[in-house]
């Protein structure tokens, strides 16, 4: 009588779109998703100096080729409006 029957989990699913909505279930899970790490970096002991000097390393992006750069310096500019 627990979740390992598809169809409970189907309508357990069904009954979460009706309360909450579409648009709020991924926002949910994210936060859920979030607060579950943190639970488990702060039971493993992980430092979160660790992960934050991987996040600010900055990142460097590949020059353009030759063939970007001509696309980009014909593209026509938008008109401007007149008042």
Request: charged content about 15%; cysteine-free; glycine content about 8%.
């Amino acid at each position: 009588m627990g979740l390992d029957n598809p169809l409970h989990i189907a309508f357990l699913v069904v009954i979460l779109l009706l309360v909450f909505g579409a648009r709020r279930l991924p926002e949910i899970g994210r936060s859920l998703g979030s607060g579950m790490r943190e639970f488990k970096d702060s039971v493993t002991g992980e430092s979160k100096s660790s992960t934050q000097t991987a996040i600010a390393a900055p990142q460097q992006q590949p020059a353009p080729t030759p063939a970007q750069t001509t696309q980009t310096e014909t593209a026509p500019s938008e008109p401007t409006p007149s008042a």
